[in-house]
């Protein structure tokens, strides 16, 4: 009963935050600013790979953010011919991202903006002036166009990196506490352990959660298959090392330490760290361990 819950709760807080990051109402009307709606979906789906940030971006194209330059891209968009512009051609059949394809709506407003002649994005006063005085500025600072929505969700994710250090030291001291205990030959349930075990199952929620919001601001797209692996580890972790501080919970009250909960240690540890080395190869590129 309570690992169901547990695991409902968790898959909840994970999930939640991804959906709202996802979930943008279409804006319709003479003030609809394709530019900037199109840069905000090129930020999220095609930055990770396409980025300014990026020292290879794939393709040898990394100014997908930039927008008056993909518009002179003739290779690229062809203003206002949709069907003659590459950029279109890929998105619409799947083959861009190759992360995974981009929503209908997401196409609609990519293909509608090269109909309106592919307009840079417009300069945050001129959406009151209704008519949308474009700006010639090229962009090279991603963070401070984007709309305060795509804003707070790539700020908020940040915390992942800065949370995620706690959890991967606990667990590993828990570890090293149970250790000492069992080599003392002693088989009461430890306050360290315990204690310590709680507080990373307190602090790998949010962990876990920011991750996912993390993702959902585009961070990791670049490697999809990495990513996948980091956030499925990294979600079963969380849940795993939950289950596990219940039941040296329930050690501590019959006073025994359990062999299922040091064996479930032991596999949360492996676990974490799995995740934490695929989390490190992300940040740092698959071969930073390279011989
Ligand atoms: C997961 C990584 C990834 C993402 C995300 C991604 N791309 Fe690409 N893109 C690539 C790779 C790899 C190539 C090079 C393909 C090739 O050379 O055959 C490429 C090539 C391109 C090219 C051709 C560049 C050229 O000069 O030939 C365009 C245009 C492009 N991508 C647009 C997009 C757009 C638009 C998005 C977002 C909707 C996007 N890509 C998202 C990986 C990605």
Request: charged share 15%; aromatic share 6%; net charge neutral.
């Amino acid at each position: 009963m309570r690992w169901t819950v547990t695991a409902l709760v968790l898959a909840l807080a994970t999930a939640l935050p991804a959906e709202i990051a996802s979930a943008q109402p279409p804006v319709t009307g003479p003030d609809r600013q394709l530019g900037n709606e199109v840069r905000d979906i090129f930020a999220v789906r095609c930055a990770g790979c396409h980025g300014p940030d990026l020292a290879k971006p794939k393709g040898r194209f990394g100014y997908v953010l930039d927008l008056g330059r993909v518009a002179q891209n003739p290779e690229m968009v062809i203003p206002s011919r949709p069907d003659e512009s590459e950029l279109w051609a890929l998105v619409q059949r799947d083959e861009m991202p190759p992360s995974g394809p981009l929503t209908t709506a997401e196409k609609e407003s990519i293909r509608e903006w090269i109909l309106a002649g592919a307009p840079n994005i417009s300069s945050p006063v001129s959406g009151t002036a209704g008519s949308s005085l474009r700006t010639e500025l090229s962009i090279v600072d991603s963070s401070t166009i984007s709309s305060p929505a795509i804003r707070a969700v790539r700020l908020v994710g940040k915390f992942h990196l800065l949370l995620l250090h706690f959890p991967i030291a606990l667990l590993l001291t828990a570890g090293v506490a149970e250790l000492l205990t069992a080599l003392r030959g002693s088989r009461f349930p430890s306050a360290t352990v315990q204690f310590c075990l709680t507080v990373t199952a307190v602090a790998i929620v949010p962990t876990v959660a920011l991750g996912w919001v993390h993702a959902s601001g585009g961070n990791g797209v670049a490697d999809p298959q990495l990513l996948a692996i980091h956030r499925w580890l990294g979600t079963a972790a969380g849940v795993w090392v939950i289950g596990t501080a219940l039941g040296a919970g329930r050690d501590a009250r019959t006073g025994v330490r359990s062999r299922g909960v040091q064996m479930a240690l032991i596999v949360g540890i492996l676990l974490v760290v799995a995740t934490a080395h695929a989390g490190g190869l992300m940040a740092h590129g698959r071969d930073f361990f390279d011989w």
